[in-house]
């Protein structure tokens, strides 16, 4: 039954129950279940966040969108309608002659803005129990959702309702209302609220969850619909509470309960559009008048607008002071504080600011580009810059702590920032010291000179009219973070050193400075790791920054000035006084002292011995566990076949990073496969970006075999970024074994020259590449993988690539190897179901690329690199025989031969005459 779910415990994004076990469904067994028992989810937002994850569940594991259940959107007893969705589709059919299973969700609304008393909600929580009741086909059955644990303090600081609507007392009655319901109804409970008050850090907004606390309440939905084994046997039971229906009583009880029977105050009370049934229309005239205020408001705000007057940032009316003057533009940076944080807005109490909509930051770094040079929270304000659009002139260049050495490079995508740095860039913001006071330390003089030196030399690389301010360290929340190191390193004496030694460092270069430790100690509840923080506080300090380089009129009028430190430059004294802080001169104790990978200058190299260290134990050890325990769970002992077909491979989805097949197992390599492999089977790998990425997870996994660095590579990448280019280095091509090919993301975009040039030149290319390999090598073409658009974050990816463009590109590469005699490799659906493991929509991160090696290798050298048990290729359904009928198809096809809008620049990407592939 539900209630022998509790106690338990969360771990995992698994509810594990002290008295009894129930399945995990997979989305294998969820399509099973649903197909028996079609799903209907009624209500409001909080049931329909379970109905959406078993959807996009079964959507990631390629089901489609055709799957037997729906959802019904009535979020209050206030709301009349009961049989649409979101979209307003009727869903009376699906719900009357289809759903075998429904869920009802409702109360969230009807404590808060929909609130109309106690009686109220009962009487019409009952009514559309008893409604939904006749209208489900016979047979079907119904459980009612009770109301789940909500989190005021967790609230969003815009859902200042979710924060007073929701006293402990009310949110108690209004679960003993539900249960009445329930007994009087003689309708199954569905309650999850030991699993939600469990599951607090998974809080979204106080009211609705991540995924930890979501897939156990589907799975128990799951168990419920379909049992243990999806087949109807050992189903979890609903909960049908232990009281008598005595209406009568509970109503009078509930009357008295102050707390329940008002609308809480600051809860607002001009929401509900439908009214309330016995108010004579007091709510529904609430709203009314509020819309009419709204009006009104927006007018005034266009007619001040069109006047050139401020508005006030938190209130959208003109500040005032108290003697009803408008408060001055703040100035100065240390005009900003003292302030509170409201509605995602930094309001300082002695001046305005202006806030920026997003059309005006894109506007301000149109004018003004912009970069962020350091560690990770300079790198958050480029982040919230470009809610502006994703084309903005704002990049980060990461540089994170003083031993690091290079100066212009991206974070994770690795790209030379030195142009953009040194010819475009008009403000930067130096943000560094976060890294140096932990794992990173070498100590406070080490620290401040070569502080200095790095704002000299950025002032240097900048153009002369651009500016550079300096950040100083935030307030670090050691209570709210779940990392070990970010604890143990930063003890408040060392805080105060080094917030010092910057500001000191600001003084003696004549660097200004932005500061926003008061913004981040009113704003300390919003971090998830103690470091950084979440948009009601980063928002603000991008719009400070904003602030400073636009101004208040957004064209360079008003600029808030920075901040110059009130300090002379005395770094001899200074110095004297950090050297005695015991705290600051030592490393903390806990925190690791294995990640300088750059080593310190004055310790006899001892950092960089302990990193080394580490490294070479996490590769030979470490990684060797993890790949041994991957493997043990790949060798059929799961029930399943081995994986022989590379048809077989999907559907599946990823599991602790490792690719799991539906039909089958796939066995996971070891990195002693890899070796023992390409010595076998020496391999080259040719081709573009993609092609470079799995060429770099084979010689990481050789090298963690224990491979010296010094000894020849039976590896080796020879680079061709496109169709139309052909490199002449064949040197190790009669060594190689094996091959594989990546070409076609740029010549679907950026280096487009058609359709038949592509095709032709892709055809020679490869005829180029077998003549030179030893007979009988095998060819390996990998296909386009997904390529996902919405995480572009550069011109080319956003304008260049469609979906229909990409898929002729597909058909093409499976033409190709038809007609060549060579295999393909298609991931598509691994990529497919990693969408978010891409910083720029088209690199995938480290585990992809360790899943797609594993398959190649699985090809090249069987299970173990036994050379037995090999991943057979699929070939593709295609016949060479229409190779001319496609061409002429693929030639005609307006959307793969349209790139309007696609940047092509007339020097790097032309289709020269006579070059390869050229027509």
């Given at each position: ?561 920075p901040w110059v430190p009130p300090m002379e430059c005395n770094e001899e004294a200074a110095m004297a006084r950090w050297l005695a802080v015991p705290d600051a001169n030592k490393f903390s104790e806990g925190c690791p002292d294995f990640q300088n990978e750059y080593g310190c200058p004055n310790d006899g190299g001892a950092a960089l011995q302990r990193n080394k260290d580490y490294r070479a134990n996490l590769t030979r050890t470490a990684l060797e566990k993890v790949d041994t325990a991957r493997r043990a769970n790949h060798t059929g002992d799961s029930g399943k076949e081995m994986c022989r077909d590379a048809g077989d491979l999907y559907p599946g989805e990823v599991v602790d990073g490792q690719w799991e097949p539906r039909k089958c197992s796939l066995y996971f390599s070891r990195v002693t496969d ?87 030149s892709m055809k020679r290319k490869i005829a180029f590449y077998k003549e030179r390999l030893p007979e009988g090598a095998p060819f390996y073409l990998q296909n386009i993988h997904y390529v996902n658009m919405e995480r572009c974050n550069g011109p080319y990816c956003s304008k260049c690539y469609t979906r229909e463009r990409l898929a002729v590109y597909r058909e093409m590469i499976e033409m190709l190897a038809v007609c060549t005699g060579s295999h393909v490799i298609d991931i598509y659906n691994l990529t497919l179901s990693a969408t978010t493991n891409t910083q720029d929509g088209v690199h995938y991160g480290s585990k992809v690329q360790e899943n797609k090696a594993n398959i190649l290798l699985n090809m090249m050298c069987g299970r173990g690199a036994s050379n037995i048990d090999h991943l057979v ?47």
């Amino acid at each position: 039954m539900n209630s022998d779910l509790f106690p338990g415990t969360l771990e995992d994004s698994t509810w594990r129950p002290e008295k009894c076990t129930f399945a995990e469904y997979t989305p294998d067994m969820m399509m099973e279940c649903l197909r028996a028992v079609p799903y209907l989810s009624i209500g409001d937002s909080l049931g329909e966040q379970v109905y959406t994850y078993i959807r996009d569940e079964l959507k990631k594991a390629g089901y489609g969108e055709d799957v037997p259940m729906r959802q019904v959107w009535s979020p209050s007893t206030s709301v009349p309608y009961f049989q649409s969705d979101r979209n307003g589709k009727n869903q009376n059919d699906f719900m009357t002659q289809v759903a075998e299973f429904a869920t009802i969700s409702i109360g969230a609304w009807d404590i808060g803005v929909h609130w109309c008393g106690t009686d109220e909600f009962y009487d019409g929580l009952k009514a559309k129990v008893l409604k939904y009741k006749a209208l489900l086909k016979p047979g079907a059955r119904l459980a009612l959702y009770n109301i789940h644990y909500i989190y005021p303090d967790k609230c969003g600081e815009k859902s200042t309702w979710c924060r007073t609507c929701n006293p402990i007392g009310k949110v108690t009655a209004y679960r003993e209302i539900v249960q009445m319901v329930a007994a009087c109804t003689s309708t199954g409970l569905l309650d999850t609220y030991p699993i939600t008050k469990e599951g607090r850090n998974s809080s979204i907004d106080g009211l609705h969850y991540r995924n930890q606390v979501v897939k156990p309440k589907a799975n128990i939905v799951m168990n419920m619909m379909c049992g243990s084994d999806v087949k109807g046997n050992n189903k979890l039971g609903l909960w049908y509470p232990n009281i008598e229906c005595n209406e009568a009583e509970a109503k009078a009880r509930w009357r008295r309960d102050p707390v329940a029977n008002v609308h809480s105050e600051g809860c607002p009370d001009y929401a509900n559009k439908y009214g309330c049934p016995n108010d004579g229309g007091a709510a529904a005239q609430k709203y009314l008048e509020h819309e009419e205020e709204k009006a009104r408001q927006k007018a005034a705000e266009e007619a001040a607008k069109a006047a050139g007057v401020q508005t006030n940032v938190a209130t959208n009316a003109p500040q005032k002071e108290e003697a009803g003057t408008e408060l001055p533009l703040c100035k100065k940076h240390e005009d900003l504080f003292p302030g509170k944080l409201h509605d995602f807005q930094w309001v300082p109490e002695k001046c305005r600011l202006k806030f920026y909509t997003k059309q005006e930051i894109a506007q301000c770094l149109e004018r003004k580009p912009f970069a962020a040079i350091g560690d990770s929270l300079g790198e958050q304000l480029v982040f919230a810059l470009r809610s502006g659009g994703a084309n903005v002139s704002a990049k980060a260049v990461w540089s994170p702590s003083m031993q690091w050495n290079t100066l212009t490079m991206s974070h994770k995508t690795k790209i030379n920032l030195m142009d953009y740095v040194t010819k475009e860039v008009e403000y930067a913001i130096l943000s560094f010291g976060m890294w140096d006071i932990g794992v990173h330390w070498c100590g406070v003089e080490d620290f401040y000179h070569k502080l200095k030196a790095k704002i000299l030399k950025y002032r240097s690389m900048l153009k002369p009219s651009a500016e550079m301010v300096l950040h100083n360290l935030h307030y670090i929340n050691t209570e709210k973070s779940n990392m070990k190191w970010v604890k143990a390193c930063n003890p408040i004496g060392k805080m105060r050193v080094y917030r010092e030694m910057i500001q000191m460092a600001a003084a003696c270069t004549g660097t200004k400075m932005i500061d926003t430790l008061p913004l981040t100690l009113e704003g300390q509840e919003y971090t998830h790791d103690g470091v950084h923080y979440d948009e009601p506080v980063l928002r603000p300090k991008a719009n400070i920054l904003m602030n400073m380089m636009c101004g208040a009129d957004g064209e360079g009028g008003d600029r808030l000035e920075p901040w110059v430190p009130p300090m002379e430059c005395n770094e001899e004294a200074a110095m004297a006084r950090w050297l005695a802080v015991p705290d600051a001169n030592k490393f903390s104790e806990g925190c690791p002292d294995f990640q300088n990978e750059y080593g310190c200058p004055n310790d006899g190299g001892a950092a960089l011995q302990r990193n080394k260290d580490y490294r070479a134990n996490l590769t030979r050890t470490a990684l060797e566990k993890v790949d041994t325990a991957r493997r043990a769970n790949h060798t059929g002992d799961s029930g399943k076949e081995m994986c022989r077909d590379a048809g077989d491979l999907y559907p599946g989805e990823v599991v602790d990073g490792q690719w799991e097949p539906r039909k089958c197992s796939l066995y996971f390599s070891r990195v002693t496969d890899y070796y023992k492999c390409l010595v076998a089977k020496p391999l080259v790998v040719i081709g573009d970006s993609v092609a470079e990425q799995l060429y770099n997870m084979f010689l990481r996994k050789v090298r963690a075999a224990g491979a010296a660095p010094t000894s020849p590579m039976p590896l080796k990448f020879i680079p061709e970024p496109t169709a139309h280019f052909q490199s002449e280095d064949d040197s190790f091509l009669s060594e190689a074994k094996a091959a594989t090919l990546s070409l076609g993301v740029w010549d679907a975009g950026v280096r487009w020259c058609g359709t038949d040039n592509f095709y032709t030149s892709m055809k020679r290319k490869i005829a180029f590449y077998k003549e030179r390999l030893p007979e009988g090598a095998p060819f390996y073409l990998q296909n386009i993988h997904y390529v996902n658009m919405e995480r572009c974050n550069g011109p080319y990816c956003s304008k260049c690539y469609t979906r229909e463009r990409l898929a002729v590109y597909r058909e093409m590469i499976e033409m190709l190897a038809v007609c060549t005699g060579s295999h393909v490799i298609d991931i598509y659906n691994l990529t497919l179901s990693a969408t978010t493991n891409t910083q720029d929509g088209v690199h995938y991160g480290s585990k992809v690329q360790e899943n797609k090696a594993n398959i190649l290798l699985n090809m090249m050298c069987g299970r173990g690199a036994s050379n037995i048990d090999h991943l057979v290729p699929v070939k593709p359904s295609v016949s060479c025989d229409d190779e001319e009928a496609s061409l002429a198809r693929w030639r005609n096809d307006a959307k793969a031969n349209d790139i309007e809008g696609c940047p092509r620049e007339t020097k790097a990407h032309k289709c020269p005459e006579g070059s390869l592939g050229a027509q």
